[in-house]
């Protein structure tokens, strides 16, 4: 598609995760159903002054395990941590530790505001995580809208690597959907809060999208990695087969999922 000649309603359906897969609303409730069934996570710890702001933490029976630190997707504006706690299922069949943190959405935070918030989040994490049995190299992971902050939280000295599924990682076209209603991204946010605008994070990233995704999602994703390649940073680029925008969780959530092996492997 030429984004420039585009119409509204084509690049509103370009980035339209919902329209694109049919059963969007059953997969996200199966997903909410088995997070309501997970055993509940050993501590609820705040980061930041909000209800959102704050880690579910399951420790591995090793506190010298490593930690995947999941962010929650929902294109910055919707979504909370609790509805993904059954992500926790690999990591932890795995033997590492499991925290998932959430964020204040748009319109009431900035996205500038909530790169702010992973931050804080990774802070505290890395200084007060040991005292929960947390202490292990930190494995930054996050889906859609967290794919972008995954990108942006790799830059934080306590995250060993990521792994950013089906994410964002050029926010100029977001600004030109229906996305950008509660966004409002500024000039300045696009420029500051692209990670493919950014200097190059030489850590392990592993950048994976589903194959069955939107072509705009896909081609984020290998733009991302190529740009990142060029610079000779490590981690691969990981199309899931046949994976949509939502199955694609199915790759970290299970254990022994591909994603959850992808996940291992950066640490190696």
């Avoid at 088995?34 to 579910?56: C, I, K, N, V």
């Avoid at 100029?172 to 605008?197: A, F, H, M, Q, V």
């Avoid at 740009?227 to 199955?247: C, D, I, K, S, Y």
């Amino acid at each position: 598609m030429d984004w420039a000649t585009a119409s509204q309603k084509q690049r509103d359906l370009a980035y339209n995760n919902n329209t694109a897969v049919p059963d969007a609303a059953a997969l996200i409730a199966e997903r909410a159903a088995a997070s309501a069934l997970m055993a509940p996570p050993l501590a609820a710890m705040a980061f930041g002054e909000t209800e959102r702001e704050a880690w579910d933490l399951w420790p591995a029976s090793d506190p010298a395990a490593p930690i995947l630190a999941f962010i929650h997707g929902g294109y910055w504006q919707r979504n909370r941590r609790q509805d993904f706690w059954t992500m926790a299922e690999g990591a932890l069949a795995m033997g590492w530790g499991f925290a998932v943190h959430g964020y204040s959405l748009a319109p009431e935070a900035s996205l500038t505001q909530i790169t702010w918030q992973v931050h804080a989040a990774l802070d505290w994490l890395s200084a007060h995580g040991g005292q929960h049995g947390m202490g292990g190299p930190i494995v930054l992971s996050g889906w859609s809208a967290g794919g972008h902050l995954t990108a942006m939280g790799a830059e934080h000295p306590a995250v060993a690597a990521g792994l950013a599924i089906s994410g964002i990682f050029e926010l100029g076209p977001i600004r030109d959907t229906y996305l950008n209603e509660k966004l409002g991204l500024t000039d300045e946010e696009i420029l500051s809060l692209s990670p493919i605008r950014r200097p190059v994070v030489q850590k392990p990233i592993a950048i994976a999208y589903g194959s069955a995704e939107l072509p705009e999602l896909c081609r984020q994703s290998r733009d991302f990695h190529a740009m990142r390649a060029a610079a000779h940073a490590p981690g691969p680029l990981l199309p899931v087969a046949a994976a949509n925008h939502f199955t694609i969780l199915e790759a970290l959530r299970r254990p022994g999922g591909a994603l959850m092996r992808a996940a291992a492997e950066l640490l190696r």
